[in-house]
């Protein structure tokens, strides 16, 4: 595990000779809030190596190194989000193993199910929900992690190979550069966050009640280090706040006693609220009649998508969405613009 400067210094030297770069992350969501960067798995053509970011050990030179090379991940979105939040890291070039196999449509596209059909090794499982923030790591977890670059790059030269036996080579290094663009634009914090699954139901009393629940409950995640699930179930708060809008200010009996009497607090603030501070219901209007020629449309674009889709034996949903055929359908040379040539291509008549 490598852990201070120097290791650091020394590990950037070794990877300016490698000709491929493999890399993973591990993080520790199910564990804390907010989750952080716990570990960064590296292979390379002289073996593998872990770097643990959680060493007083300064990853910039590593990461400088590491955005100016071609990575290859599998599943690349959650790793470089990752290290674009944490870190702001952003790649400029990557090989993601998923979507290659999604796109030679294959029907199974998890790592250890291309590793296990292609190489022929059967990866352990069993570390996926482990605190990556530990330390020492256990063994299982070393060789887990390990296991997460090291054949990433035999995976990638088969996946290639037959991604150019069938002409589709441009259409992955289109997919993962949208990717890596999409990746590298910050999140924005939604403000509307606590409007959690079901909350449509409530009325603005209630809507105000979950939203100082919600509220509470992000500050105890933080407090806590802890997922904010963890510290109180999303069914829970809009329990709570169903009863508060019928006037029923009883708490459910699986609170527990150390959260009663913030959850009693919120419950007062949001009672005590004016009217004109209430959060507005959504209201769920229905959708207007589709024109008879746009729907037509609709079905002409959907009807080539799905035929080329069974031409080249891949998912119907890589060439369009069911929002990018509506789109197409409203306005072909704005929406097709916006998607990669080789979808638009696809789909032209």
């Known amino acids: 595990m490598i852990v201070d400067d120097a290791e650091i210094a020394a590990l950037v030297a070794t990877l300016q000779r490698s000709p491929w770069l493999a890399l993973d992350t591990e993080a520790d969501s199910l564990h804390a809030y907010p989750e952080k960067l716990c570990l960064i798995q590296i292979s390379h053509s002289g073996g593998d190596v872990l770097v643990d970011p959680l060493s007083p050990a300064s990853l910039a030179p590593l990461l400088a190194h590491l955005s100016a090379r071609e990575l290859i991940l ?21 090989f993601d193993t998923a979507i290659a196999a999604q796109l030679l449509g294959r029907p199974r596209h998890g790592l250890r199910d291309l590793v296990r059909e292609l190489l022929g090794v059967e990866l352990q499982k069993g570390s996926q929900r482990a605190d990556w923030a530990r330390r020492p790591l256990s063994p299982q977890m070393l060789t887990y992690a390990v296991d997460d670059t090291r054949y990433l ?34 999140s924005a914090a939604n403000p509307e966050a606590w409007r959690l699954k ?13 939203r100082e629940l919600w509220r509470w409950r992000e500050a105890q995640a933080r407090e806590r280090d802890r997922p904010p699930y963890f510290v109180q179930s999303h069914e829970v708060l809009l329990e709570i706040a169903a009863r508060a809008a019928r006037g029923d200010l009883t708490l459910p009996a699986v609170v527990k006693p150390r959260d009663r009497r913030g959850l009693e607090e919120a419950l007062a603030r949001a009672l005590a609220l004016p009217d ?44 369009a969405t069911k929002s990018e055929i509506a789109a197409l359908a409203e306005d072909w040379q704005r929406a097709a613009a916006a998607m990669m040539p080789w979808q638009s291509e696809l789909l032209a008549p």
């Open 74 to 94: 599998h599943g690349a979105d959650f790793d470089l989000r990752l290290l674009r939040r944490t870190r702001g890291f952003v790649a400029s070039q990557i």
């Open 276 to 319: 004109e501070a209430l959060p507005v219901r959504e209201s769920s209007p229905r959708p207007p009649r589709i024109a008879r020629e746009l729907q037509l449309r609709m079905e002409a674009v959907r009807a080539r998508r799905d035929q080329r889709a069974a031409d080249l034996a891949i998912d119907a949903s890589l060439i």
């Open 198 to 210: 079901g909350s449509a139901q409530l009325d603005p009393r209630g809507l105000a009640a979950l």
């Open 153 to 186: 790059s035999p995976l990638r030269d088969q996946l290639d190979a037959q991604l150019h036996a069938l002409g589709r080579q441009s259409w992955h290094r289109e997919a993962c550069a949208r990717l890596v663009k999409t990746c590298s634009v910050p």
